[in-house]
């Protein structure tokens, strides 16, 4: 992965987000293992560059809408 790359970017966001305790780490680290996972595949070629970052985009998605355990609403 380079810089400017979607998949990497993604990887990066739900990294930083995981890490500043914005989303449960349970599903950020499994979530960011997937984003890396297509970024592999398309690296491979079994994944396509756009179905790569659309499987990044929504991983981050999903990332980003579950707030860490014992987090106040």
């Known amino acids: 992965?380079?810089?400017?790359?979607?998949?990497?970017?993604a990887v990066a966001r739900i990294q930083a987000a995981w890490e500043g305790g914005r989303i449960c780490r349970l599903s950020g680290a499994g979530l960011r293992a997937r984003a890396l996972e297509a970024g592999r595949l398309r690296d491979a070629g079994v994944l396509s560059p756009e179905a790569a970052a659309g499987v990044a985009a929504a991983a981050e998605n999903v990332a980003l809408a579950f707030e860490p355990l014992g987090a106040r609403r």
């Open 1 to 9: 992965m380079s810089p400017g790359d979607p998949v990497a970017a």
